[in-house]
């Protein structure tokens, strides 16, 4: 909100009175208006929860790959086939399959493989976008954060084990920013209405020093602490996915599209998709089709433009030895696409559970610090690019950037050396299409929100807009797949109140009974509790089944079984006691193996109930290990590939490739 905070001089008093008077009078019936009714989750009147069986998943059946392939190719007709795996194509198919249409989803490599797992990992209204909505006088403006605040609390509500509500401190440099920056926090509540999380308050330098002692508290006058939530993206990615096969949507990763069907009269009836990984062919009929790939939309539409509904030759990838050089998209017309980048730094660089905000940048970005899985996410850039690359990257001029930002009020030296991961996420405005096309490629056409609309084709693209408000996203996108397809009798839009996987019956004691139940450290139980929510305990019990389940990934190819044995004393256990010799590797760290709780058993899981299909699916996005610890993933990369490769029934020559790839993107991490 206070990116030019900085630069700008008090307005003379009289001015500031009646024009806050005027514009706090506006902004309650605004507010009053705008805001929805639905207060935010309360858990202080839980009834007590004594035992996990009361509370975690006991069984699922997760349909296998296969069977949802079956299931593409025998079904003739679906009422809606969705392009795009990310946060709003997910987030598409969990409210289309819950009105009742017969969903089918199609995604071209991993669910959040792009953009959508390389968010801020922050649901927020937008601070930024108050402070324009004031100083410009934009109702826009004002309308986007309102919307998002909205909608950053349903997240909180759909998968409370995902989404966290995170303090934020501005520290606050000279006096007269104190009664700016606490007005406009104070604003941003009020835009809440009954769906702010919490209250902002004020801090003295004293007390804002020792919140963050990491601040050189020598320029310090005060500090500001407002609320928003924090959330890990990929996984939330992977739950809607998850979410959405399990009310009957037939949801596939690894099935790149190759060409629109189109009937006699130029409307898209359908696609030919490839599976990548056998590379078979399938024919996908659907009444109704939604262009849901983010920045990779001006693909999808130029299959659109053309009467044969392949893409243009000239815009495909282009292949390269070298994968940061490889471009998804040549010179997109819808898409406005610049490059976000973030870092991950060491616990030390911001308090464990509060993050912070930096209002004055040199070039007058914000520019956030947040305690995120146990580390500090940093960010982020915001370049221009010409042309949508398929693996973004962050350079070394991106990452001093941000160090050189973050020294501006660190007290002790910031290193390179302590960076531990480093990436790039395409930021996609858009302009609508159709007036570029009209009006001779001007730029009137850009859209700040999300932007929906339907092709002469009835293709529907859905693109633009942020994590946070996905779900409104989706609402709109089928409300236009309802209209479009002329669907009787449909369900209305429930998402509002859907629980996610993992989000039945969950608690917040979770963490403590499953440390309880099955003797698990802190650390590895809140991994899990906020990983896998209520499913958590099926992980668990896998550690019971067997104890190589525990291991870390990194040691799967540095242990020998001797032997094997059932315990005595229960004629019904199946659980078994594995004795096992850990073979020395000099290239392993054995300390080190253990500080990520990322085990064998949960890869188990993630490929039997998640969809993993390749190691970086696992490092990536199942677990955050990659984005977390750079270094330390590229030392599991031959465990998850061992026990990937015997899950999978994989061949030597196909184990050997996955190792080589897997390694190759995890060194574009800024190691």
């Given at each position: ?6 630069k700008?001089l ?14 706090l ?5 605004y507010?009053n ?6 207060p ?16 975690a998943v ?8 296969e069977s949802?392939?079956?299931?593409l190719s025998s ?6 086939l969705i392009?795009?795996?990310g946060a ?6 969990v409210d289309?399959?819950t009105?009742g ?5 199609v995604?071209?490599a991993?669910f959040a493989?792009g ?29 986007l954060?309102v919307e998002?605040?909205?909608?950053r609390?349903?997240?909180i509500n ?6 966290k ?10 006096y007269w920013?104190?009664p700016?920056f606490?007005?406009?926090?104070k604003?941003y ?10 209250s902002?308050?004020l801090?003295s330098?004293?007390n804002a ?14 500090g500001?602490?407002?609320h928003?939530?924090?959330f890990n993206?990929s ?10 096969v399990?009310?009957g949507a037939?949801i596939?990763?690894?099935?790149q599209?190759?060409?629109l069907?189109?009937d006699?009269n130029?409307?898209?009836k359908?696609?030919?998709v ?5 590379n078979k ?16 939309s ?8 053309n009467k044969?509904?392949l ?7 282009y292949?390269s030895d070298?994968i940061t050089?490889?471009?998804a998209?040549k010179?997109?017309k ?13 616990s ?6 509060v993050?912070?905000?930096?209002v ?9 610090f947040?305690?995120?899985q ?8 915001d370049?221009?690019?010409k ?5 973004p990257?962050a ?5 001093q950037?941000?160090?050189?930002e973050l020294q501006?009020y ?6 390179r050396?302590d ?8 930021r996609?405005?858009?302009?609508d ?6 009006e001779?490629?001007k730029t009137?056409?850009?859209v700040r ?7 002469p ?12 408000t ?10 236009e797949?309802?209209?479009?397809g ?7 839009c ?10 039945e019956?969950w608690?917040?004691n979770?963490?403590a009974l499953l440390?309880q139940?099955?003797?698990l450290s802190?650390k590895m139980?809140?991994h ?8 958590a305990p099926?992980?668990?019990?896998s550690?019971?089944q067997n104890?190589?389940n ?11 079984i001797l ?16 004795d ?10 054995l300390?080190?193996s253990?500080?990520?709780?990322f ?12 969809y993993?299909?390749?190691a970086l ?8 290990f990659?984005?977390l ?16 490769g015997?899950?999978?029934?994989w061949?030597?020559?196909?184990r050997?490739?996955?190792?080589e ?11």
């Amino acid at each position: 909100m206070f990116s030019s905070a900085g630069k700008r001089l008090l307005r003379p008093k009289v001015f500031l009175g009646v024009s806050s008077v005027t514009i706090l009078g506006g902004s309650i019936l605004y507010f009053n208006a705008k805001t929805k009714k639905s207060p935010l989750a309360d858990y202080t009147n839980l009834s007590p929860v004594k035992t996990l069986e009361s509370v975690a998943v006991k069984d699922i059946s997760t349909p296998t790959r296969e069977s949802l392939l079956n299931n593409l190719s025998s079904t003739s007709q679906f009422d809606v086939l969705i392009i795009g795996g990310g946060a709003t194509g997910t987030g598409c198919a969990v409210d289309a399959v819950t009105r009742g249409l017969n969903v089918a989803l199609v995604e071209k490599a991993d669910f959040a493989s792009g953009t959508s797992s390389k968010s801020t990992k922050m649901a927020h209204g937008g601070v930024r976008y108050l402070e324009k909505a004031f100083l410009e006088f934009s109702k826009d403006q004002l309308d986007l954060v309102v919307e998002a605040l909205n909608e950053r609390a349903h997240l909180i509500n759909t998968a409370p084990h995902l989404c966290k509500i995170l303090p934020i401190l501005i520290p606050v440099y000279t006096y007269w920013q104190i009664p700016y920056f606490y007005a406009g926090c104070k604003f941003y509540d009020l835009f809440a209405g009954s769906q702010n999380l919490k209250s902002s308050y004020l801090l003295s330098k004293a007390n804002a020093a020792e919140l963050a002692p990491m601040l050189d508290s020598s320029k310090l006058t005060a500090g500001l602490v407002y609320h928003d939530g924090s959330f890990n993206d990929s996984r939330l990615n992977s739950t809607l996915a998850i979410t959405a096969v399990s009310k009957g949507a037939t949801i596939l990763n690894y099935m790149q599209v190759q060409q629109l069907i189109k009937d006699d009269n130029n409307n898209v009836k359908g696609a030919i998709v490839k599976d990548t990984e056998t590379n078979k062919i399938y024919e996908v009929m659907a009444k109704t089709v939604v262009n849901a790939t983010g920045p990779y939309s001006d693909h999808i539409l130029q299959m659109d433009n053309n009467k044969d509904g392949l893409p243009d030759i000239d815009s495909s990838n282009y292949h390269s030895d070298d994968i940061t050089s490889q471009i998804a998209v040549k010179n997109p017309k819808m898409v406005v696409p610049s490059s976000g980048v973030h870092i991950i730094l060491p616990s030390f660089y911001c308090p464990k559970n509060v993050g912070l905000l930096d209002v004055r940048t040199s070039d007058g970005r914000v520019m956030f610090f947040l305690p995120w899985q146990g580390k500090v996410l940093a960010g982020t850039t915001d370049i221009p690019l010409k042309q949508v690359p398929e693996t973004p990257t962050a350079t070394e001029a991106d990452i001093q950037d941000i160090l050189k930002e973050l020294q501006h009020y660190i007290k002790f030296p910031v290193k390179r050396d302590d960076v531990l991961s480093a990436w790039a996420g395409i930021r996609p405005l858009v302009k609508d299409p159709r007036i570029l096309e009209n009006e001779g490629g001007k730029t009137e056409g850009l859209v700040r929100s999300h932007f929906i609309f339907t092709s002469p084709s009835n293709l529907i693209t859905i693109a633009g807009g942020k994590w946070t408000t996905y779900r409104e996203m989706a609402e709109e996108t089928i409300n236009e797949v309802v209209k479009i397809g002329n669907f009787k009798d449909v369900k209305p839009c429930s998402t509002r109140k859907l629980k996610l996987v993992g989000a039945e019956n969950w608690n917040p004691n979770l963490e403590a009974l499953l440390a309880q139940k099955y003797n698990l450290s802190s650390k590895m139980a809140q991994h899990l509790a906020d990983s896998y929510g209520t499913r958590a305990p099926l992980i668990c019990e896998s550690f019971k089944q067997n104890n190589i389940n525990q291991l870390p990934v990194t040691l799967a190819t540095n242990f020998q079984i001797l032997s094997e044995k059932v315990p005595p004393g229960n004629p019904d256990e199946v659980d078994t006691i594995a004795d096992v010799h850990l073979i020395e590797n000099n290239e392993i760290n054995l300390f080190d193996s253990f500080r990520y709780p990322f085990t064998i058993g949960e890869l188990k899981y993630s490929i039997q109930h998640e969809y993993t299909r390749t190691a970086l699916d696992f490092l990536l996005r199942r677990t955050r290990f990659a984005f977390l610890d750079a270094r330390q993933a590229l030392n599991a990369v031959d465990g998850t590939v061992k026990i990937m490769g015997d899950e999978l029934n994989w061949d030597n020559k196909r184990r050997a490739k996955e190792i080589e790839n897997t390694k190759r993107y995890i060194k574009t991490f800024g190691v």
